[in-house]
Nanobody, 120 residues
């Protein structure tokens, strides 16, 4: 059973920063896209940022210039640096890794979610 373990969430004041990490419990033979999603109260889950195997990144418009996604393939870990946080960034953040883990099958794997709360 491959698990993605997220860390780094918490409570921060508006304007502050947090760094989310998401590490897989196993190494991967192949990692394609990695990403971060979020779901606020009463809202649908949305893609926040994604990074391809080649390092290309995409961001939802609301976080451009404030958030940075990065990855470490050897550690099967994806990061999300969040700066200049706003109350509207408050949500549960989920990571996703699309790939083939050792002893596993090729598919999307998801973390359990980590709460980010930004106070005004």
């Amino acid at each position: 059973q491959v698990q993605l373990v997220e860390s780094g969430g918490g409570l921060v004041q508006a304007g502050g920063s947090l760094r989310l990490s998401c590490a897989a419990s196993r190494r991967f033979f192949i990692i394609n896209n990695m990403g971060w999603y979020r779901q606020g109260a009463g809202r649908q889950r949305e893609l926040v940022a994604a990074i391809t195997s080649g390092g290309s990144t995409t961001y939802v418009d609301s976080v451009k210039g404030r958030f940075t996604i990065s990855r470490d393939n050897a550690k099967a870990t994806v990061y999300l640096q969040m700066n200049s946080l706003k109350p509207e960034d408050t949500a549960v953040y989920y990571c996703s890794i699309d790939g083939l883990p050792m002893g596993g099958v090729s598919r999307d794997y998801w973390g359990q979610g980590t709460q980010v709360t930004v106070s005004s």
